[in-house]
């Protein structure tokens, strides 16, 4: 493996009011499920694959999240305080901007996880990475037998692994998983304090240079308290 990230950026600041009632009192990072918070669902594996450390950006209910993450040793974890105001994925990345870096770095959000295949999905994003032809690449899951989604999917594939956008009122066969792989200048070119992140994905896409990669293993998308029990039960027939 010739590179290797030193930084991940984990969005924890959503208000996640798709998971009301349960997200009243607690942050929706740290509901549970199969017994382990959702974001713990995304910081262990970083922390298998031996990442140096994670920034993980907070603003609705950020003590709770600042309490739960303090004692981790691994990966290093950076708080970005965005209690003053939320700025959306886009404007959380050029907020840390001078942390990320020159190197690209990976991107997680805390409400999917993945039951692994055969190999460490985080390790195989990485041996795909390839600056001279990549903007972005996403992990991508099949749609079709991903748990919890809600969606007609996101993205088609071509035999190359090039990624397009789908069609208005179309259905594609993946959904991205919400781990990518991307470099800081995209970010950066972004005027705007606020500003999402999938139109960066979108115009990497008509410049061929948004990529995926197709998860081997098991996507669970967390979105809605109903997902939670589908998703554990989800887990425990993948563990029979």
């Not at 290797?4 to 990072?29: E, Q, Y």
């Not at 609705?60 to 993450?69: F, N, T």
């Not at 942390?99 to 190999?119: K, M, Q, R, Y």
């Not at 990485?126 to 903007?135: K, V």
Request: charged share 20%.
């Amino acid at each position: 493996m010739d590179w290797f990230p030193k930084t991940a950026m984990v969005f924890a600041a959503g208000l996640g009011t798709r998971m009301l009632p349960l997200s009243r009192t607690c942050p929706k990072p740290l509901i549970k499920v199969a017994g382990k918070a959702l974001i713990d669902h995304v910081l262990d594996p970083l922390a298998q694959i031996g990442l140096p450390q994670a920034i993980v950006n907070v603003h609705y209910l950020a003590d709770q999240i600042e309490a739960h993450v303090k004692n981790r040793l691994a990966p290093q974890i950076i708080l970005s305080d965005e209690r003053a105001q939320l700025l959306d994925q886009g404007g959380g990345l050029r907020k840390v901007l001078p942390l990320l870096g020159d190197d690209p770095f990976l991107i997680c959000n805390t409400d999917a996880f993945w039951v692994e295949g055969a190999s460490s999905n985080l390790r195989r994003l990485i041996n795909t990475w390839q600056p001279e032809i990549m903007d972005i690449l996403l992990l991508v899951a099949p749609a079709a037998t991903s748990i919890g989604v809600d969606s007609s999917g996101d993205f088609l594939m071509d035999a190359e692994g090039r990624l397009s956008r789908r069609a208005e009122n179309g259905v594609a066969p993946f959904v991205y998983t919400g781990v990518g792989i991307m470099k800081p200048e995209l970010v950066a070119a972004e005027k705007k304090d606020i500003f999402k992140l999938a139109p960066l994905f979108f115009e990497a896409a008509l410049k061929g240079r948004l990529f995926g990669l197709r998860l081997d293993g098991l996507w669970l998308h967390v979105g809605t308290p109903e997902a939670i029990a589908e998703a554990e039960q989800a887990i425990q027939r993948s563990t029979l």
